[in-house]
């Protein structure tokens, strides 16, 4: 990656981070902002490395903890803060709220709160991709505990099975809800699971963008060329609860604080001031263009419509 390409990663981990601290600060007040968020605080590098690998032709599955996902895949601010506010102008015409925003659009096809239940739905668009004799991949976004689902199982042994152009991508962020990953499989690393099905499994570290992306490439490029599917298990923390109503009492203070320690953005900001890329002028002009269309997209929001209700069965297929 160039410079310039490491930059437009620094700064979407940064519109990411942002844009999620907005929602987490207006969702306090249930009048500003309804219902509980989940965000990905702390592993954006996971996104925006993954984002950064695609193509806009890919597709990818996202799962409860979307925002991210849907940012780097290059959705609109406005449109996903307005879907968020349920708003008549949000990508989902108001009726998917913040947990289950598709944005086909950018080939974000579904988002699926259905712990593991995105995964076979890639294998499926990975089917489409092979069988149309089309040339893009898919990725799927998923978590650690979502590994432990019967349908991650045979999902990747289909896929494996059908040289599939599919990329498994968990962010294992060593919680399952309140459940650490020692209380839900003995299993330490994820990428392991790979082995079950004749399939590669990746190890990266998740709060570095640049080698999450260099993973993903490979991986994309693999995929492309018919090796089939890949899984890629990105080792990173849930700074914060679950949701916004998690006050997090089963996580030790102290782990909170190493992992903040690696905070994705402080890393690849520090690297490229190193390498004197970077000017520290020049990454608050970002923040300040960042806040600035944060603030637009919750303008953007607030002065839309609500959905009519006349208009709920619109859209519903059955
Ligand atoms: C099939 C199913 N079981 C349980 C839940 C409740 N639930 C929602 S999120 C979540 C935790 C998922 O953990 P993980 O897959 O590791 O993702 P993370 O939240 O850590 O990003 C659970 C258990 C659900 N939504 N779907």
């Known amino acids: 990656m160039d410079n310039n390409e490491q930059k437009k ?10 844009f999620e601290e907005k929602l987490v600060d207006l969702s306090k007040d249930p009048q500003k902002l309804g219902g509980m968020m989940i965000v990905c605080t702390g592993q954006e590098a996971v996104a925006a490395g993954v984002g950064a690998a695609l193509a806009p032709e890919d597709v990818i599955i ?12 290059d959705a609109e601010p406005d449109l996903l803060m307005a ?68 349908s991650f199982h045979e999902a990747l042994n289909m896929a494996s099975l059908w ?10 962020n060593i919680y399952s809800g309140a459940q650490r990953l020692e209380e839900h499989t003995k299993v330490k690393d994820i990428a392991d699971r790979a082995s079950a099905y004749a399939m590669r499994g990746e190890m990266v570290d998740g709060n570095d963008a640049l080698a999450v992306y260099e993973v993903v490439q490979k991986a994309r490029e693999d995929c492309l060329a018919g090796a089939g599917p890949v899984l890629i298990e990105c080792k990173t923390y849930r700074w914060g609860g679950h949701g916004t109503n998690d006050e997090q009492l089963y996580q030790p203070k102290d782990e909170i604080a190493r992992w903040k320690e690696q905070c994705p ?7 490229l001031m190193q390498a004197g890329t970077l000017a520290e002028q020049e990454y608050q002009d970002m923040e300040y263009e960042i806040r600035l269309i944060v603030e637009r997209a919750v303008q953007f929001a607030e002065a839309s419509p609500w959905p009519d209700p006349a208009e709920a069965l619109e859209d519903v297929y059955a």
Do not use: W
């Open 163 to 172: 040289n599939l152009p599919v990329i498994f991508v968990c962010e294992n």
């Open 83 to 150: 879907e968020i506010f349920g708003r008549r102008t949000g990508y989902n015409k108001g009726k998917s709220g913040t947990l289950h925003i598709a944005a086909p659009e950018v080939n974000a096809l579904c988002t699926t709160t259905v712990v593991g239940g995105g995964i076979p739905i890639a294998v499926g668009t990975a089917f489409a991709a092979q069988y149309q004799q089309k040339d893009f991949v898919t990725v799927c976004f998923f978590g650690n505990g979502a590994s432990d689902e019967g």
């Open 9 to 18: 990663l620094l700064r979407m981990m940064l519109l990411i981070r942002r």
């Open 265 to 271: 953005i402080k890393k690849l900001k520090a690297s």
């Open 62 to 73: 996202s799962n409860h903890r979307s925002h991210g996902h849907l940012l780097a895949k």
